[in-house]
């Protein structure tokens, strides 16, 4: 079993991998400095695992105190590196912020790395990566397009990062992971998404209007070239995602070669419309979503799904959960924190 530092681990996609990991008998130290999380997040991963993570509340860019904890938690089999903001609006009217935190947090993390000799590295990208690819489904051989955002940008920058370590040290193992859109929550609606304010993202915008939080979403684009008009992505859900990480962990602890990364699309290989989604919310819940048709939202694109041969063959992992599963896990977890 191995010791793991989980940057991020309390956020959305990082408290779900936590779980998981401690299900396979891991041993979890979550460092997260709370930015976008909360701390009683620690203990719904113990109500759910009956096993309490060490936790250290640190900002990654922080490396004195990172080292610290390297220090003190060593020694350290590997890292699976979650922390970064995400906002992709709050990227482009702050960018600089977005380039300190998730460039300067994944420096932080290789330093320290490197310094107590832990060569695996789990990193979060993103299919933010491939912009609107010309052949579907995408394949990880696909060409890196200009970054339609700083976040996206930062992704790309980290990969580049990463890779040029690797060359450089030839003592880093990395599985660079890029996700499609993680949704839904933890079948116990213990631990899900939080977003801050009013979402970003379809399905909590979805949620959230069917609990009456919000009065309707609105769909962005009806003219895009799908087969209703709005726009396909490759949604996948949030613990099949997470499971996919102790996938990644587990293949890094078990190679013997001491450098090189690999890259694996994490999706389902199957498109779905903004307009499909709203229906099956509506088909599997019996709640309505009152929707409007708006104009298209700046900076998306029309359409993306996974090609996951890779991660299918390679890390013998499978998106199983159905679409009217995990809509039904992401509005179980609405009405939890609504109490409705
Ligand atoms: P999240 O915001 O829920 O989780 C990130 C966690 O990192 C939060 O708990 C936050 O408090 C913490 N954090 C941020 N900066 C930190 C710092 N400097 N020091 C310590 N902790 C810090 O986000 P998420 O959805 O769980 O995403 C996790 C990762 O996956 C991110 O790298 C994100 O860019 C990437 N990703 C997310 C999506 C998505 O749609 N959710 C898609 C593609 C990639
Ligand atoms: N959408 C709406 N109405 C809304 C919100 C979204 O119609 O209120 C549409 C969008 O226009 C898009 C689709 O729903 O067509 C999905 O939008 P999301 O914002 O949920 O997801 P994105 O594909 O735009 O981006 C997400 C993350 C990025 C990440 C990317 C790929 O926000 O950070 O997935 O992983 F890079």
Not at 44 to 60: G, L, M, Y
């Amino acid at each position: 079993m191995a010791k793991v530092l989980v940057t991020g681990g309390l956020g959305y996609i990082g408290s779900h991998t936590v779980v998981e990991l401690l299900a396979q008998n891991h041993e979890v130290i979550i460092v997260d400095n709370l930015s976008n999380s909360e701390y009683c997040i620690l203990s719904k991963i113990s109500e759910i695992t009956h096993t309490t993570p060490a936790f250290e509340q640190i900002d990654i860019c922080d490396t004195d105190a990172l080292r610290a904890c390297f220090k003190a938690h060593g020694p350290i089999h590997a890292v699976i590196h979650f922390a970064a903001y995400k906002a992709v609006g709050e990227s482009v009217s702050n960018s600089l912020l977005y380039y300190k935190n998730n460039v300067l947090g994944l420096l932080s993390v290789l330093e320290c790395m490197r310094e107590f000799s832990v060569c695996n590295i789990v990193f979060s990208s993103s299919c933010t990566v491939y912009g609107q690819p010309t052949q579907l489904p995408v394949t990880e051989q696909a060409p890196i397009q200009k970054a339609l955002s700083p976040y996206g940008n930062t992704k790309q920058i980290c990969e580049e990062i990463i890779c040029d370590a690797i060359h450089s040290y030839n003592d880093i193992c990395a599985v660079i992971l890029r996700y499609f859109n993680p949704i839904g929550a933890h079948p116990s609606a213990c631990i899900g998404e939080l977003p801050k304010g009013v979402p970003n993202n379809l399905v909590p915008f979805i949620t959230q209007t069917a609990a009456g939080v919000r009065k309707q979403l609105q769909v962005f684009g009806n003219d895009y070239n799908t087969p209703d008009g709005s726009a396909i992505r490759d949604y996948i859900y949030v613990v099949d995602l997470a499971k996919a990480h102790v996938k990644a962990l587990d293949k890094l602890c078990a190679q013997t070669t001491h450098s090189g990364y690999e890259l694996f699309n994490l999706g389902t290989g199957t498109g779905i419309s903004v307009l499909e989604m709203v229906h099956t919310f509506e088909r599997v819940t019996g709640v309505s979503v009152p929707y409007t048709i708006a104009s298209r939202r700046e900076g998306d694109i029309e359409q993306v799904w996974a090609d996951t041969t890779r991660a299918n063959r390679e890390l013998d992992w499978f998106a199983n959960t159905s679409l009217e599963d995990i809509l039904l896990s992401a509005w179980n977890w609405e009405k939890k924190i609504r109490n409705l």
